[in-house]
Structures are given as structure tokens and as C-alpha cells.
T-cell receptor
Framework: DSGVTQTPKHLITATGQRVTLRCSPR?????VYWYQQSLDQGLQFLIQ???????AKGNILERFSAQQFPDLHSELNLSSLELGDSALYFC?????????????FGSGTRLTVV | DAKTTQPPSMDCAEGRAANLPCNHS???????VYWYRQIHSQGPQYIIH???NNETNEMASLIITEDRKSSTLILPHATLRDTAVYYC??????????FGAGTRLFVKA
């Protein structure tokens, strides 16, 4: 157990639908990062939050959004889902916003869009 | 884009040392090199990191060249459970750290 909790572990939904993925960072970590990993691809950085504020955006589609709540958990919202959105979505956390101490990853949410 | 380069795949016999190279020629003086691995769709797992000196922990050793332009991760006695994709990254990108394709290590019995 890495200390980063992601729910749900698996999600199957239809095209056009909207889903919410949840992440609870490791205790004491203030920063949360979201990554997408499509089949046999590397991890693509989506977005980062630090202490409730958006810190950086990567290759995140406009149909996707995220937020970090006062208790530091984060949610990634994916809407108007397409088949190509099927992927593993990982959340990672770090102590501060630089990630200099490394990241701790959760076990991911596998999203299947049918 | 990833700022490190790694061979796409490597084989290693079980019980032997696995030496995984990484090129990070654009790394600057105060940037750490981190190694992670991902075992079959699980979340990436931290292995080790270093700045200048060689490092060792219970999982692996990290050898960094004097000019810091490359490093080698050493798994001293590879087991079948070490079969994974190994990522070498530098945190120059900070929060935008890009994980490249990594090296797919196959440990064979």
C-alpha cells in the first residue's frame, strides 16, 4: 500500500457519459498529480494541484477537469467520454509542489469506455 | 518530451545482475535522477534517486557518471518479479515530469 488511494479501481461506461475519479494523497503530501496511460503507452501528465490550487497543466483535454478539495483529496472529471479515453488513470502525490522528493503513485483507475 | 533516453528492452537471466542504462545528457547541476518501475499496469514504484554520488538501497544501486550525463541502475540479483518497465527521469520538469517509454526488462528463468 503506497498510501495514495484511488477509487474506483475499475470503471466501465458508455460513450458520451461523464465519470469522476477520486484520489486521496499520502498523509502529509500537499500536491496531487494526475497521469493518463493508454494501452502500452508511457504516462502522460495531465494536471497538478498544490494545496487546493491548480499548479500546472499538461496534455489535458478540455472535456477533462479536476479539483483539489480542502481535505487535499482530488477528483478528476471526464465528460463526453470517447472510446479513446479508455486508459489507466494514475494519481500521484508529493510533499511539496516541486516533486523534488519524488512521487508516490496510487494503483490507478482502469477506465473502459464502450 | 522526455529528457532521458533508455533502451526499449533488455533481457536478464534470473539471479544475475541487471544493469539498466540511462542517458540524461541535458541534466543540470542540481537536478536529481530518479528511477521508478511499473509492473504490469500497477502504479509506478519508486526505486532510488541520486544527485552525484552512487547510491544503494535495499532494492538497487545507482551509479552516476562523474559528468552526470548518464547513470546505470543495478538490480544485483534479478528475480522473475523484477520483470517490469523501468523509468529513468529527472525532475527538471518538476510537476510536469514526463515519463518516457522506459526500458522493458525481461527476467528469464
Amino acid at each position: 500500500d503506497s498510501g495514495v488511494t484511488q477509487t474506483p479501481k475499475h470503471l466501465i461506461t458508455a460513450t458520451g457519459q461523464r465519470v469522476t475519479l477520486r484520489c486521496s494523497p499520502r498523509s502529509g503530501d500537499l500536491s496531487v498529480y494526475w497521469y493518463q496511460q493508454s494501452l502500452d503507452q508511457g504516462l502522460q501528465f495531465l494536471i497538478q494541484y498544490y494545496n487546493g490550487e491548480e499548479r500546472a497543466k499538461g496534455n489535458i483535454l478540455e472535456r477533462f477537469s479536476a479539483q483539489q478539495f480542502p481535505d487535499l483529496h482530488s477528483e478528476l472529471n471526464l465528460s463526453s467520454l470517447e472510446l479513446g479515453d479508455s486508459a489507466l488513470y494514475f494519481c500521484a502525490s508529493s510533499v511539496d509542489g516541486t516533486g523534488d522528493g519524488g512521487y508516490t503513485f496510487g494503483s490507478g483507475t482502469r477506465l473502459t469506455v464502450v | 518530451d522526455a529528457k532521458t533516453t533508455q533502451p526499449p528492452s533488455m533481457d536478464c537471466a534470473e539471479g544475475r545482475a541487471a544493469n539498466l542504462p540511462c542517458n540524461h545528457s541535458t541534466i543540470s547541476g542540481n537536478e536529481y535522477v530518479y528511477w521508478y518501475r511499473q509492473i504490469h499496469s500497477q502504479g509506478p514504484q519508486y526505486i532510488i534517486h541520486g544527485l552525484k554520488n552512487n547510491e544503494t538501497n535495499e532494492m538497487a544501486s545507482l551509479i552516476i557518471t562523474e559528468d552526470r550525463k548518464s547513470s546505470t541502475l543495478i538490480l544485483p540479483h534479478a528475480t522473475l518479479r523484477d520483470t517490469a518497465v523501468y523509468y529513468c527521469i529527472d525532475l527538471a520538469g518538476g510537476f510536469k515530469t514526463i515519463f518516457g517509454a522506459g526500458t522493458r526488462l525481461f527476467v528469464k528463468a
